[in-house]
Nanobody, 125 residues
Framework: QLDLVESGGGLVQPGGSLRLSCAAT????????IGWFRQAPGKEREGVAC????????SFADSVKGRFAISRDDTRKTVYLQMNKLKPEDAGIYYC??????????????????WGQGTQVTVSS
């Protein structure tokens, strides 16, 4: 069982930036793909971004392309979601999740088996 803990959420003004962290209890490289998902009040959870276990494949939702970036620090067993130019519609609870996948990365939540507890992102002036 892989445990994941998100952090870094908070309140930010529109146009601002936040960096979310997803800390894992196991080594991720070449084994686990990590995905980021978010859920706004009254809406279904949606995929935001992911990175394959190899680190060579990433994928982003159209709504965040060019604004969000995903990266990984293998020594810290942590994956980051850098969010720039935030919009009010980016607000919600952000979750990270893991699936055993070295080469493939798709932001479809049914593929992911381990989930964190979520971190709240609020974008408001």
């Amino acid at each position: 069982q892989l445990d994941l803990v998100e952090s870094g959420g908070g309140l930010v003004q529109p146009g601002g930036s936040l960096r979310l962290s997803c800390a894992a209890t196991a080594f991720l490289k070449d084994t686990y793909a990590i995905g980021w998902f978010r859920q706004a009040p009254g809406k279904e959870r949606e995929g935001v971004a992911c990175m394959s276990g190899s680190g060579y494949r990433t994928s982003f939702a159209d709504s965040v392309k060019g604004r969000f970036a995903i990266s990984r620090d293998d020594t810290r067993k942590t994956v980051y979601l850098q969010m720039n130019k935030l919009k009010p519609e980016d607000a919600g609870i952000y979750y990270c999740a893991a699936e055993t996948s070295r080469w493939v990365c798709t932001i479809e939540e049914d593929r992911f088996t381990s989930w964190g507890q979520g971190t709240q992102v609020t974008v408001s002036s």
